[in-house]
């Protein structure tokens, strides 16, 4: 999953225009650092690392306001989540 957590460090800054200094637990939506319609992107995103669907009900601040939160969720994927 540290290709993941890569990448979505990455992405956080090109994509999404994160510039303040991202460490693992550092709070995305809840912080202001993103906004409600950049979740779809970045669903989008995770979905096209892992290459999986993630079910809507499971797109909440609990599974995706931080990095560590991001990977911890998609790590329940298991087998079927192939990072790239």
């Given amino acids: 999953m540290e290709e993941l957590n890569k990448a979505l460090r990455g992405a956080l800054v090109s ?10 637990d550092t709070a995305l939506f809840s912080g202001g650092l ?8 970045l669903v989008s995103f995770i979905e096209e690392q892992i290459g999986c669907a993630i079910p809507p009900a499971e797109i909440t601040l609990q599974n995706f306001d931080s990095i560590s939160r991001i ?14």
């Fill in 15 to 24: 994509r999404f225009g994160v510039l303040q200094a991202l460490e693992d």
């Fill in 34 to 41: 993103m906004d409600s319609l950049s979740v779809i992107e």
């Fill in 71 to 84: 990977v911890r969720f998609t790590s329940r994927f298991g087998a079927n989540a192939n990072v790239k």
